[in-house]
Nanobody
Framework: VQLQASGGGLVQPGGSLKLSCVAS????????VGWFRQAPGKEREFVSS????????SYADSVKDRFTMSSDKAKNKISLQMNRLKPEDTAVYYC????????????WGQGTLVTVSS
């Protein structure tokens, strides 16, 4: 399984951006997908996750009420709508997949850079 993230770019504070991640295939046991981010000089952190069927969305406190994650099973695609962006949201964003029963995300995309700056 390969994950391909896209949609990053430069946006002003308060603006919006939508990230997408397409999976080369969607095995039934790869049932949960998520977004993580890594800011310069910081460790990678969890952003949001969801089951492929669209249920069970979870968000980090720092993005709750600003970011919305969704899934499209027919297109093997997940999306992250990011609104009211802040400079501290600047990071490389990664999509990832987790196998059923696993604790960790072990399938990772290549990352897409989001820069929030005026």
């Amino acid at each position: 399984v390969q994950l391909q993230a896209s949609g990053g770019g430069l946006v002003q504070p308060g603006g919006s951006l939508k990230l997408s991640c397409v999976a080369s295939q969607r095995p039934a046991r790869l049932n949960r997908v998520g977004w993580f981010r890594q800011a310069p000089g910081k460790e990678r952190e969890f952003v949001s996750s969801i089951y492929w069927n669209g249920s069970g969305a979870s968000y980090a406190d720092s993005v709750k009420d600003r970011f919305t994650m969704s899934s499209d099973k027919a297109k093997n695609k997940i999306s992250l709508q990011m609104n009211r962006l802040k400079p501290e949201d600047t990071a490389v964003y990664y999509c990832a997949g987790r196998w059923q029963g696993a604790q960790e995300y072990t399938v990772w995309g290549q990352g897409t850079l989001v820069t929030v700056s005026s």
